[in-house]
């Protein structure tokens, strides 16, 4: 059984930047397609990006691309989001999700391709 535990959020202000971590357990990490999604108070869970895990090509929701930059550390079986710019937006609960390594990239977007996930960690911009 895969765990995953997320750390770094926190409070910051809008132009800032913060770095997510997910630490897997119980599962190799590179084995999977790892994710990390959002959810803002009373709105869907909504895609940020995800790494194919079969030719390393990332993959990022619309309001996030050249801001949002998604890596993977095999060798310490850690998945980061480096979060720059941050706007009052992209406050939410952010989630890592680990799914099969095979998965194709219209799949990468749609959460119930994903079969771990972490708990979550607060992230807010505000000034």
């Known amino acids: 059984q895969v765990q995953l535990v997320e750390s770094g959020g926190g409070l910051v202000q809008p132009g800032g930047s913060l770095r997510l971590s997910c630490v897997a357990s119980?599962?190799?990490?590179?084995?999977?397609?790892m994710a990390w999604f959002r959810q803002a108070p009373g709105k869907q869970r909504e895609f940020v990006g995800a790494l194919k895990r079969s030719s390393g090509s990332a993959s990022y929701t619309g309001s996030v691309k050249g801001r949002f930059t998604v890596r993977r550390d095999n060798a310490k079986n850690t998945w980061y989001l480096q979060m720059n710019s941050l706007e009052p937006e992209d406050t939410a609960v952010y989630y890592c999700a680990a799914g099969s390594g095979g998965m194709i990239t219209s799949s990468l977007p749609v959460a119930s391709m994903y079969q771990y996930w972490g708990q979550g960690t607060q992230v807010t911009v505000s000034s």
């Open positions: 119980g599962g190799t990490l590179s084995t999977y397609t």
